[in-house]
């Protein structure tokens, strides 16, 4: 019998992976631009958003709902190198994938002196938050970098002197532009004015189309009698437009619940009109075009059912047209009867009329409706900057023109790791003599003042097995908690939710602890980590669980020395992590060993294999977006 | 569980991430699923058997042949050695002809004579195609026995 291969039934393989029940050739490899000048201390992924506008509503009013829409909200994604250039600085490369070439990103500065920054030849670590790249370097403070783009407000204007009064009213802009615009973010901008004498609600709704395909409405809410009027109104809407391209800004609806009772007698007529007819008298169209007519029947022997027809003359043909009819089956001698027809387009001056079928048993009384004959003043006028020196143009937009570029040290501790955790960033600092740590105030990354309202520092001295057990690393173990590496320990440091001491830390673990900072990875099953002792861990809230025992005794006799350039990375994909290290006194990763997380977790099963790296490997890394 | 894999035809991953680290000549690379040479270089990729006749058993068995069966994206060629001794020297080398196979797994096998008290096999891929083996059988023929004395 064929013997399946279960994974983890090696004892020595080689760039293998497990694919359907067996084993394969591990996934290859590709170059991804030129070398850096010098040795890569650290490759991160900045992800940053642009602020957010929000658009919409109904000018503070909330009766109504509002077309509320969010723009903007971009997410970027810069891929960064740092290295200590030739001098001795730290120096950033971006990566450019429209040329696929690393690009010069700048030389940090000291944020007081404008000097370059000096810094070791030693792993870097680095977390993109808050829209800041921080970045921990030995030898310096913390370095930030912050991108931001250089704009140049213009735009296009809509014709001069236009102004739009009735539904249907409309005013086009024609975008010039060839240059590519800040977020294809755009902004009509113009005047309205609404002004009604009953004291009732008017809604207007403009629409913005481009081509003629709306992308966006607003809707502005009046009351009269006093209206509303805004000099300098605005509506946003996102969208990649081309060069000729026609914004339009179109009054779309003007409308009001306001309703009036209105009615007409109905006077007696015959011949060749019907038996009773009225005039509308009035010029709105009825709510929903809905005429009721109210009418007797007197009954009359040997007459029953009794059917009435409804009509409007029509003035194109000038003849009587029967709209509806309505059969009555009449149980009394008298009766006086409501019914409700649908008449569309009847116009001031036209006619309703009423018959039965044979003329003898009706009496008409009117015809009644609801109309909204409000008298509504609009005006909106899409502005025109350049001729009628409006506020603005009236499609304004912002061209990119470079990007501001800050990366700087700036004042604050020389941290050896720093760490997301509570809307802060967490610093942890060896100094000579004493451990401590550093934490900023809520979302504010920048102010490493400890005295700063949020913000803390505390010194670590209580050890309780090694006098000097040095910080290595931090990681989340939850939102709430943080684990803190040592030496030979693990703290946990949470929030204590007061501002003046807002982190709080205590002992957890003893005799356990890595000199291995960068191995620590946040994975679905906890923080998995490279002991002191050599063995792999994962620590959870709920403890901690050795998981290197595969290869425990490899890295016992190839991980001798330089622990502190073990490497990792997770692949949240795949679900592997992978370990880099050193072997035999080398200075550079020379094997990764590589753990299957998933296995582990739905199947409680140790999977471990191996990958070579070449002549070596300095830092891994992982990004979304390349 | 079967391991995530990419179906043939599909070079990237639905979901983004790249694997990315530098080498040692500063130059970041990042993890290639729709290729398996290391930026233009060939790596031995290899997999060794556990023992075939059970590691410990104090008795002699001889490999004489050996099927794999495998599933591969284009014509190819594995490399199989065998070992007597747990692994410490390997044999010569002796080649597995690969065919593409679409659908199913087709097998192959070849002869060998190996000896020894912990017999094994190792599978390497000497070229870049995608092959998959699966499955294995091993024929060993048991020796005699030793005669313990006195």
């Not at chain 1, 399946?4 to 393989?13: D, F, R, T, V, Y």
């Not at chain 1, 008298?281 to 709510?287: K, N, V």
């Not at chain 1, 809520?442 to 010194?459: H, L, R, T």
């Not at chain 1, 990763?589 to 300095?618: F, H, P, T």
């Amino acid at each position: 019998m064929p013997r399946q291969i279960p994974e983890g039934s090696s004892p020595n393989l080689w760039d293998v992976r497990f694919e359907r029940g067996g084993f394969r050739k591990d996934f290859g490899e590709k170059f991804l631009g030129q070398a850096a000048p010098t040795t890569v201390l650290v490759i991160v992924e900045h992800k940053f958003i642009d602020e957010g506008v929000i658009s919409g509503g109904y000018e503070g009013y909330s009766d109504y709902g509002s077309y509320a829409a969010i723009v903007g909200q971009q997410q970027f994604h810069r891929l960064v190198r740092l290295f200590r250039n030739a001098l001795g600085q730290a120096e950033l490369e971006v990566w450019d994938s429209s040329i696929e070439q690393w690009v010069f990103g700048g030389i940090a500065t000291n944020f007081a002196t404008g000097e370059p920054v000096q810094i070791e030849s030693r792993y870097v670590r680095a977390v993109s938050v808050q829209n800041l790249l921080l970045f921990a370097v030995a030898g310096a403070s913390i370095l930030i970098r912050e991108e931001s783009p250089i704009l140049d407000q213009t735009g296009d204007d809509f014709p001069s002197e236009n102004e739009l009064t009735s539904v249907d009213d409309s005013t086009t802009a024609v975008f010039s532009s060839v240059e590519p615009i800040h977020f294809n973010r755009f902004t009509v901008n113009f005047s309205i004015d609404i002004s009604i004498e009953e004291p009732e609600v008017v809604v207007v709704t403009l629409d913005v189309d481009v081509n003629g395909e709306n992308v966006t409405s607003l809707g502005f809410q009046a009351t009269g009698p006093d209206g509303m009027s805004q000099d300098h109104a605005s509506i946003e809407f996102t969208r990649a437009l081309a060069v000729n391209d026609d914004v339009t800004l179109k009054i779309a609806s003007i409308e009001t619940d306001a309703a009036f009772d209105r009615d007409a007698n109905l006077t007696q007529a015959g011949g060749s009109d019907p038996l009773y007819i009225a005039e509308k008298t009035t010029e709105a169209p009825a709510i929903g075009n809905n005429y009721t007519f109210r009418y007797m029947l007197q009954a009359a022997e040997g007459t029953y059912p009794i059917t009435v027809n409804f009509f409007r003359w029509d003035s194109g043909t000038s003849t009587w047209n029967i709209v509806d009819s309505k059969e009555h089956d009449f149980e009394d001698d008298l009766e006086i009867l409501t019914h409700t027809v649908n008449i569309p387009e009847m116009e001031q001056g036209d006619f309703f009329g009423i018959e039965d079928a044979d003329a003898t048993n009706l009496d008409g009384f009117e015809v009644s409706w609801q109309d909204q004959d409000v008298d509504i003043t609009v005006s909106v006028k899409g502005f025109n900057l350049t001729e009628d020196n409006d506020p603005a143009f009236g499609l304004a937009y912002a061209i990119e023109e470079g990007t501001d570029l800050d990366f700087e040290e700036i004042e604050g501790p020389e941290a050896l790791w720093i760490e997301p955790f509570a809307d802060r960033v967490i610093a942890l600092v060896d100094g000579p003599n004493t451990q401590s740590i550093w934490w900023t105030p809520s979302g504010d990354v920048k102010n490493w003042d400890p005295f700063a309202e949020g913000a803390g520092q505390m010194d670590l001295f209580d050890t309780r097995n090694d006098p000097i057990d040095d910080l290595q690393c931090a990681a989340p173990l939850s939102s709430d908690s943080l684990a803190i590496f040592r030496h030979r320990s693990i703290m946990r440091a949470f929030r204590t939710g007061q501002s003046i001491q807002a982190i709080g830390v205590n002992h957890w673990l003893e005799n356990i602890g890595t000199e291995s900072p960068f191995s620590r990875q946040v994975t679905p099953i906890g923080i998995i980590f490279l002991g002191h002792d050599r063995m792999v861990y994962i620590l959870s809230e709920s403890g901690i669980r050795p998981v290197g025992q595969p290869i425990h005794q490899i890295l016992i006799e190839r991980l001798t020395s330089n622990l502190e350039i073990v490497d990792s990375v997770f692949d949240p994909v795949f679900q592997h992590y992978y370990l880099g290290i050193p072997v035999f006194g080398s200075q550079l990763i020379c094997e990764v060993y590589i753990l299957d997380v998933a296995r582990l977790m739905n199947e409680d099963k140790i999977v471990w294999r191996r990958r070579s790296c070449g002549n070596g490997l300095q830092r891994f890394a992982l990004a979304s977006e390349l | 569980m079967t391991e995530p894999f990419l179906p043939p035809g599909v070079d990237r991953l639905p979901a983004r991430r790249f694997v990315l680290w530098a080498d040692w000549n500063n130059r970041v690379r990042q993890i290639d699923e729709s290729r398996l040479d290391r930026a233009g270089d060939t790596v031995l990729a290899y997999w060794d058997s556990p023992s075939l006749n059970g590691e410990g058993e104090d008795r002699e068995f001889t490999l004489t042949r050996l099927l794999l069966a495998y599933s591969a994206s284009a014509n190819s060629e594995v490399v199989v050695r065998a070992s007597g001794d747990g692994g410490v020297t390997w044999h010569d080398a002796i080649s597995f002809d690969i065919v593409e196979s679409d659908v199913g797994l087709k097998r192959i096998a070849r002869g060998f004579n190996v000896s020894g008290f912990d017999v094994r096999f190792r599978v390497i891929f000497p070229q870049d195609e995608v092959v998959i083996v699966h499955e294995y059988s091993a024929r060993l023929l048991p020796r005699s026995e030793y005669i313990i004395g006195p």
